[in-house]
């Protein structure tokens, strides 16, 4: 790797509203030779998640990124030098590996690192059978506990968690509306996914529009957005309802003081419960819910997006789509192609 130079986007300021450009630093550095027990990994794709945004702000259930440290996302790679045991060149790998070309890890980090399978698409590793499909999974299935029967709304429905829990839900015998902002997209969870209901946020008032669709009440919320659409659906709960706390995606950027719930009382009326989570809680059973998801795939019964940039120096603009609603599913940004020995699949 003699001479080989690494692209690096690194946290300059923390972000306060919409995050920016100027929140990072471009740098390009030399990449260093490895020593015994080190790894060294060349990015190939980099995912954005709504969660980064967490991450530059402060501590939440990983620690803040510190100033000056390169930004923290997980990436799939190819090792491309190895000294360590466990990993040789070639093989796949996913991490957190950040915004930048290599990454070069530790002896001792060999549990940071998972091998991918070379069977299927990259891609598809980092979306459906990734940490979107693992946590729409856990989320919809354990947390929610969906059931046959359950009348369920979905906000976020259109993005890459919330189209594979409606997906989940109706295939565990849900009645199933989601919550989407725009024509393209409730078009897409119409005609593509097949809903039971849409309502367009930005052209429809939600709240009877909720109670239009299920006038009986909401038996299961799952929530990505948070905010002003989480205090509108608890007005609609019905009794013992569940209500599965994903994420708050409206209130990232937020410069002010967040949303605060109006609605609340309606689930002690209600005797509903509401609950978040993590989905490093269910890291013994990743596994277990990609194979099932691998499945439904196969059998065409869960459809997904992949929303591809391409290009490291658009990381900042990439993350920027996630808040400003213009991607289309799972949010990729490829920075490098893949010298792989092998086929890969084309599911």
């Known amino acids: 790797m003699n001479n080989t130079i690494n692209r690096i986007w690194r946290l300059k300021k923390r972000p306060s509203g919409m995050v920016q450009r100027e929140n990072f630093e471009w740098t390009e550095e030399p990449v260093a030779g490895i020593e015994e027990g080190q790894i060294l990994v060349r990015n190939l794709y980099l995912s954005f998640d709504p ?70 698409p990259i891609p598809l590793s980092m979306s459906v059978l990734g940490i979107t499909g693992l946590t729409a999974y856990f989320g919809m299935l354990v947390v929610g506990e969906i059931k046959p029967g359950d009348r369920v709304v979905v906000s976020g429905a259109a993005g890459a968690t919330g189209s594979i829990a409606a997906q989940i839900a109706k295939l565990k015998g849900g ?21 039971d209901g849409i309502v367009d946020y930005k052209s429809e008032n939600v709240g009877p529009r909720i109670n239009e669709l299920l006038p009986e009440g909401v038996t299961l919320f799952f929530d990505n957005v948070g905010g002003k659409t989480l205090d509108t659906v608890l007005a609609h ?111």
Not at 53 to 73: D, F, K, N, Q, T
Not at 175 to 192: M, T, Y
Not at 320 to 341: T, V, W
């Open 237 to 347: 709960l019905s009794l013992n309802a569940r209500v599965v706390l994903c994420g708050a995606i409206s209130e990232y950027n937020s410069a002010q003081t967040q949303h605060g719930l109006t609605n609340y009382m309606n689930l002690i009326i209600q005797r509903a419960k509401m609950q978040g989570f993590i989905i490093l809680d269910y890291a013994n059973r990743f596994q277990e819910a990609s194979d099932e998801l691998l499945d439904w795939v196969k059998e065409g019964k869960i459809k997904y997006q992949i929303d591809l940039a391409e290009g490291l120096e658009n990381a900042p603009e990439t993350l920027q789509r996630l808040f400003s609603g213009l991607n289309r599913g799972k949010q990729l940004l490829k920075i490098a192609e893949a010298p792989l020995d092998g086929e890969t699949s084309t599911i």
């Open 175 to 195: 009645r199933v509306v989601g919550i989407a902002g725009g024509s393209q997209k409730c078009g897409w969870l119409r005609d593509e996914i097949e809903l």
């Open 51 to 120: 969660t980064q945004r967490g991450w530059m702000a402060g501590p939440s259930y990983l620690p803040a990124i510190e100033l000056g440290e390169v930004v923290r996302s997980i990436a799939v790679g190819q090792v491309v030098e190895s000294r360590n045991p466990y990993f040789k060149p070639g093989d796949l790998v996913s991490g957190l590996l950040g915004w930048q070309d290599y990454c070069l890890l530790n002896k001792g980090s060999e549990s940071a690192l998972t091998k991918v399978s070379t069977k299927f």
